[in-house]
């Protein structure tokens, strides 16, 4: 494995699939960055483990994003599909007991598996359980890299 570049902020979907296989406690690493000790800290682990992040962007990303649609199916996503594929939020805010768009790039949605092509298939089950009007999600990542 080689790393061309590393750009990335912990709320981008660049960073999320890379801490779907980090194995070592975050927090750990975090306070030791913080006091200045990570080269104390054992070698980081990592799973083995294949990830995959699809964003679920709003109606008219990356225009003006229509907000206030409803997002549905993220306790599917909970129930059906965890621990492998879970929802992380990013342009959400809760409307009383409902979860509503608030932003272009609404949802991530990361899942691992053996290899890429699992992680994917994963991945894009989840996604296929929400249901947010107008939302839109490119069809194609991954694909090239797990042959499919």
Do not use: C
């Not at 080269?39 to 907000?67: F, I, Q």
């Amino acid at each position: 494995m080689r790393v061309i570049e590393f750009n990335a902020r912990f709320g981008d979907p660049e960073t999320q699939v890379v801490l779907a296989r980090l194995r070592t406690p975050l927090g750990g690493v975090l306070l030791a960055a913080a006091n200045g000790t990570l080269a104390d800290l054992e070698p980081l682990r990592w799973s083995e483990d294949a990830a995959v992040t699809v964003v679920v962007a709003s109606h008219n990303y990356p225009g003006t994003p229509r907000t206030g649609d409803p997002i549905t199916g993220l306790d599917e996503v909970a129930a059906e599909d965890a621990p492998h594929a879970y929802v992380l939020h990013a342009g959400t805010k809760r409307d009383g007991d409902a979860v509503v768009s608030a932003g272009g790039r609404v949802l991530s949605v990361t899942a691992t598996g053996e290899d890429l092509t699992a992680a994917r298939e994963r991945a894009y089950r989840a996604v296929d359980r929400i249901r947010l009007d107008g939302s839109q999600h490119r069809t194609d990542i991954a694909a090239r890299a797990a042959g499919a």
